[in-house]
């Protein structure tokens, strides 16, 4: 969390201009969400609110949280009044109702959990807090098929031997660059792990880059994220 509340202004900043992100992340979760108005959607580790914003302005009822207390006041910030943020230093949902949310997102979070018992929990109040029928979409950076490689708006330093739980470590390319040291969890970890908390697995999207207009590097060949969505 402390890394966090001091890097806030700064991967605000980057990620409003983040290429990779906009093109190839971003546009794959909202196409499986797809139709949202109206519909009450949860963004679980929303950091500065960025992907909280772009839900709202497709007409979605917003409530975006974080256990970051400076991503959450940055987000406040920027508003608008219609998200409802929260900062939840302890990661729990216990404030909010069971069965409220249609849709719960949760870009970049699973992985900077460093325990499979930490993850269930969270899995555990994310299915407590969804409609039954609700989809959990969540997005990582692909260390299955990405490792070392590197793209315009971060890259993953090579890690010799890819373990479950293991250390990682992703570069985003802002201005100074901020180092993110994360945990190696499979695709199949994952998928245990919300089979576990009762989900069932719908989808797995990867995506390349195959327009020429921007100078993707990596972005060609290797997938730089995927998203999982699962339901309830």
């Given at each position: 969390m402390d890394n966090y509340n001091a890097i806030a202004d700064n991967y605000d900043e980057f990620e409003q201009h983040a290429i990779t992100l906009w093109r190839l992340g971003y546009p794959v979760v909202t196409d499986l969400l797809g139709e949202i108005a109206g519909k009450q959607v949860l963004d679980y580790g929303c950091g500065t609110g960025t992907f909280s914003r772009l839900l709202e302005s497709k007409g979605a009822h917003v409530?975006?949280?974080?256990?970051?207390?400076?991503?959450?006041?940055?987000?406040?910030?920027?508003?608008?009044?219609?998200?409802?943020?929260?900062?939840?230093?302890?990661?729990?949902?216990?404030?909010?109702?069971?069965?409220?949310?249609?849709?719960?997102?949760?870009?970049?979070?699973l992985c900077t959990v460093p325990s499979r018992k930490d993850i269930s929990l969270i899995l555990d109040q994310v299915y407590c807090v969804m409609k039954k029928g609700g989809l959990f979409l969540f997005m990582n950076s692909n260390w299955d098929k990405s490792n070392g490689k590197e793209f315009i708006s971060f890259k993953l330093d090579y890690c010799k031997e890819l373990l479950s739980g293991h250390p990682i470590t992703a570069v985003i390319k802002s201005d100074p660059p901020i180092l993110l040291h994360d945990y190696f969890w499979s695709k199949e970890d994952y998928f245990s792990m919300l089979s576990k908390s009762g989900f069932k697995i719908v989808d797995l999207k990867e995506v390349l880059a195959k327009s020429m207009d921007v100078g993707w590097l990596d972005e060609k060949d290797f997938p730089p994220y995927y998203v999982v969505s699962a339901e309830k």
């Open positions: 409530t975006g949280v974080d256990v970051s207390e400076n991503m959450i006041g940055v987000a406040k910030k920027k508003g608008p009044d219609t998200i409802a943020y929260h900062t939840i230093p302890s990661g729990g949902l216990d404030f909010l109702a069971d069965n409220k949310f249609d849709f719960v997102v949760s870009n970049f979070v």
